[in-house]
């Protein structure tokens, strides 16, 4: 994915560089530290994307699954503020019909020309416009608008990387100057209180459902924050005195591990407070908070003998400028806002000033306004600069003028959104990998205590490492129905593949149940139908009656491919399956052209990953009698019951749920891989899994009722 780059070379760089105008603004920024790892990877050539690489090609060269992809995702920017406001762009997008057409249908009115004034706005129209009016050749190009050359798409790619290179040198000398106070999250953006203690989530929703096993993954709540100091350092050359806790998540259990490593102060919602205190913050009709005193200070939370500051944000004006000032005339926006502010000049508790925090995502919002933000902004900073009466803080130095007086004894755990945890746990998706992530994680600690290896060892740190980035919040973000991406799959696909090279690296065999997506069960509508009734099969390898696999559940893998599958052709074309009372049928069918390709040394592999781990496999188009192998995943085979046999197109097998192990009500899932010398050529389904019930006495009497 392209948004650390994007976000690069418009948010990252032009919130410092706006601020770099306003020296009476002193402002916070939190950076996380697998981001700052990120943007050093682009700097220094390690990182390549997706989107920079079909981007760099040349429209001529460009494969129709190139088109097909760049159609679908080159119009990944906000339509009104990003695309509409340059004809060129707006006129692509016009044509691409996104609402109402496919990429296949409308790839023939795009031309070479089209296609690559398309790979350069996709990356243009993410400039920060104070970039922009900073250097003479991409203000030209914006001016050019059509036609551009490949020397000036070259240009506006390696342009991105000088731009990305100034971004921690900025931060940095604007935190040198104490214009910034710059602060730090968990390494790869955990949610604390679910390493800490996964039950903590039941405190505020007391009935949401968590996994099977709990995870309790303290120590690796202690190595992220410990990671994420030394990240810090390496980057500015100091400790930092403040935490943002990914999504503002807290809870009793993760307050030490900050205190033990030396912050100063964390922040998270009002919300947290409300909950911690046991009564809301109530707000009068315009939404101004009615006891200000409560909500505008700084508290001390106390354990063991050590304090910790935290602040927490007001979240009606946080949410003001995240999602609706953008709708707002500037003079508006501006004038609303200042309205809430000078509303609370007449407060004023034993001499101290109030302390009103404002957090909000520092690269989201902005493309929801016109020029980023910018007039909205610049507007903002001025009149405060003007107004004598108030002063933009740091956290750091508030704190050291005003020390807190009130202290807490607890903290409700929750994070700023709902003041629960929700949005990370309690979902099938979401259990299900955390589930993926303890089963993986007790894993590595057998191989800890087997083979006597630290977390230092090179082998096994670069396990822990993966462990650490699937714990990230993000995952768990996008899995469940409450959040909707078009690169879902993607997302799946990576986090399981973080814990596949778990067990690469120790060279052992990787469970199956990390090839089937998270997302199948749920979210997804099955390609596929379910058995209807007992089959009676006779095993010839041919469709010798036409009702005889009538009743099966039915695929057709047609109806179950995306571009790059359709593109280039599968051998297997469908899959049947059902079964008697006491056997398991599965029938394949072949496009026996395509299937020749893989004659030699071709194996058909079904691997079940419920009830329990096992394999069949054959070899395919064998001129003798085929035979399947059971393989369970301590490698113990059997093969007793168990016939197939191929004719022509068609493949048939049958075998006992005795030999397989699965009794009757026991839910069954697995999938088909077509493999050549280790090379996975076709799996089905696709992204899912067939599933069924093994059946009970009553299955057809119940199939029939239904």
């Not at 996709?122 to 050019?144: C, F, G, M, S, T």
């Not at 939404?287 to 063991?304: C, F, H, S």
């Not at 389904?685 to 119940?702: A, G, K, N």
Request: aromatic share 12%.
């Amino acid at each position: 994915m392209p948004w650390v780059r994007l976000h690069g070379i418009k948010d990252y760089i032009g919130m410092a560089l706006l601020l770099d105008e306003y020296p009476e603004i002193h402002q916070t920024f939190n950076y996380v530290p697998c981001l700052l790892d990120q943007l050093r990877d682009y700097e220094n050539n390690r990182a390549v994307d997706r989107f920079w690489k079909l981007t760099e090609i040349s429209a001529e060269d460009l494969t129709e699954e190139d088109r097909l992809y760049i159609l679908d995702n080159f119009f990944s920017a906000n339509h009104l503020n990003m695309i509409e406001v340059y004809p060129r762009y707006k006129e692509l997008l016009k044509k691409r019909n996104l609402r109402r057409k496919r990429a296949l249908d409308v790839l023939k009115n795009y031309s070479h020309k089209d296609f690559q004034d398309l790979q350069v706005w996709a990356n243009l129209a993410w400039y920060h416009p104070l970039i922009i009016q900073r250097d003479p050749v991409l203000a030209e190009l914006i001016r050019k608008g059509e036609e551009f050359t490949k020397e000036e798409k070259e240009f506006v790619l390696s342009k991105q990387i000088e731009v990305i290179k100034q971004i921690i040198p900025l931060h940095k000398r604007l935190q040198d100057s104490k214009q910034i106070e710059i602060t730090t999250s968990p390494y790869y953006h955990p949610i604390l209180p679910l390493l800490c203690n996964q039950e903590s989530a039941r405190v505020v929703l007391p009935k949401i459902s968590l996994p099977k096993k709990r995870l309790l993954a303290t120590e690796d709540a202690k190595a992220q924050v410990e990671k994420a100091v030394l990240s810090y350092q390496k980057y500015f050359d100091q400790k930092p005195g403040g935490m943002w806790p990914s999504e503002g998540a807290v809870s009793d259990e993760m307050i030490p591990i900050l205190m033990e490593n030396g912050f100063n102060w964390l922040a998270s919602d009002e919300e947290i407070l409300a909950c911690t205190l046991g009564s809301q913050i109530v707000r009068d009709k315009y939404g101004d908070v009615v006891a200000p005193e409560v909500l505008y200070k700084p508290y001390r939370i106390r354990m063991n003998d050590n304090d910790i500051n935290i602040v927490f944000r007001d979240h009606n004006l946080s949410d003001l400028i995240g999602f609706q000032y953008s709708q707002y005339n500037v003079d508006n926006a501006v004038s609303d806002f200042m309205n809430r502010i000078n509303s609370l000049k007449k407060y004023n508790f034993n001499g101290k000033p109030l302390l009103v925090t404002i957090i909000l995502d520092g690269e989201n919002a902005w493309e929801y306004y016109p020029q980023s933000g910018v007039d909205f902004l610049r507007k903002l900073y001025e009149v405060i600069s003007n107004d004598r009466e108030l002063e933009c803080v740091r956290i750091c130095d508030y704190l050291e003028k005003y020390p807190s007086e009130q202290t807490l004894k607890h903290i409700c755990p929750g994070s700023w959104i709902g003041h629960n945890l929700a949005t990370w746990i309690g979902h099938e998706e979401k259990n299900t990998a955390w589930e993926f992530v303890d089963n993986t994680r007790a894993f590595l600690l057998d191989q800890t205590v087997e083979e006597h290896q630290t977390p230092h060892n090179g082998i096994m740190a670069s396990a822990w490492e993966e462990i650490f980035i699937a714990e990230g919040s993000d995952w768990y973000w996008w899995f469940g129905d409450d959040h909707f991406t078009a690169h879902k799959d993607e997302f799946d696909s990576l986090f399981r593949l973080h814990l596949k090279n778990v067990y690469k690296l120790f060279n052992v065999d990787i469970p199956r149940v990390l090839d089937v997506p998270i997302t199948a069960k749920t979210n997804r509508r099955k390609p596929y139908t379910y058995p209807k009734r007992f089959l009676d099969i006779k095993l010839d390898g041919s469709v010798s009656n036409y009702f005889e696999w009538m009743d099966a559940g039915k695929y057709t893998a047609s109806k179950d491919m995306d571009t790059m599958h359709r593109t280039s052709g599968q051998p297997v074309q469908g899959v049947f399956f059902g079964f008697d009372l006491d056997n398991l049928f599965v029938r394949i069918d072949f496009d026996e052209i395509l299937l020749s390709q893989y004659k030699e040394k071709a194996n058909l592999v079904i691997t079940f990953v419920q009830p329990h781990e096992l394999q069949m496999h054959t070899a395919i188009l064998s001129d003798s009698p085929l035979r399947f192998t059971i393989k369970d995943k301590d490698h113990k085979h059997g093969g007793e019951n168990i016939y197939s046999i191929s004719l022509g197109k068609i493949l048939e097998l049958s075998c006992s749920f005795a030999v397989l192990n699965f009794s009757p009500g026991m839910e069954v899932e697995f999938f088909i891989e077509l493999v050549k010398d280790d090379e996975i050529i076709q799996r089905v389904p696709l992204r899912t899994v067939f599933s069924f019930t093994v059946p009970t006495q009553d299955y057809e009497r119940i199939m029939w009722q239904v």
